[in-house]
């Protein structure tokens, strides 16, 4: 799998958008940029993943530049609870017949202060 | 979302025990499951990959007779950590394979004295 790059920390206000970068430069074509996130002392939580498109759901937005070699992470309104570490992972997914292991980087460590 | 538990949460043991997690997928069956370790402030490490009614895969530098795994059915796998020292004091995930993603347990922190 790729490797990604992530800024160590970041800060937000409360009720504010949260926007997360992390550079993949050496993506695959046929690899996915996927997003975890892990509240302290919990087990990581799947947050959304994309291919090319921008992607959008109930926790996240997920932006792809149109080369691939970086994304972002949106968090449109981020609350206290939205505190953790957040991974970014590129890989083939496993029914394309990816490796099954996910593999963590130092993620980014998001503080939302009040 | 598909639900996957750990038992117990926390536990303590002394030197030279042995200790047994349990990682359960709670509303789906898991044929593939992972065991992580984290130490404080670092990041997820994978330990190993357990596949049901096969061995486990092991990571490199991962002691396999030290760290028994167990995967018997496709809702249970079970990781012993044997003869427990103070340096395997960890935070122990563990991971299932859904249909779609990968779901994480919530974690076991083993404190060994």
């Known amino acids: 799998d790729a490797k990604t790059t992530q800024p160590p920390s970041m800060d937000c206000a409360e009720g504010r958008a949260a926007n997360l970068p992390c550079n993949h430069s050496?993506?695959?074509?046929?690899?996915?940029v996927y997003w975890y996130r892990q509240i302290h002392s919990q087990g990581p939580q799947y947050i959304i993943h994309g291919l090319k498109n921008n992607e959008t759901n109930e926790m996240a937005s997920l932006i792809i530049t149109e080369d691939r070699k970086s994304s972002t992470l949106i968090l449109p309104h981020a609350t206290l609870r939205d505190t953790a570490v957040y991974y970014c992972i590129v890989r083939v997914p496993t029914l394309q017949g990816g490796s099954e292991k996910l593999v963590f980087g130092k993620g980014t460590k998001l503080t939302v202060n009040p | 979302g598909a639900v996957v538990s750990q038992h117990p949460s926390r536990v303590i043991c002394k030197s030279g025990t042995s200790v047994k997690i349990e990682c359960r997928s709670l509303d789906f069956q898991a044929t593939t499951m992972f065991w992580y370790r984290q130490f404080p402030k670092q990041s997820l490490m994978l330990m190993a990959t357990s596949n049901e009614g096969s061995k486990a895969t092991y990571e490199q530098g991962v002691e396999k007779d030290k760290f028994l795994i167990n995967h018997a059915s496709l809702t249970l796998s079970t990781l012993t950590v044997t003869s427990a020292h103070p340096e395997d004091s960890s935070f122990y995930i563990c991971s299932a394979r859904g249909l779609r993603e990968q779901y994480f347990g919530p974690g076991t922190r083993l404190t060994v004295t």
């Open positions: 050496t993506i695959s074509g046929n690899e996915y």
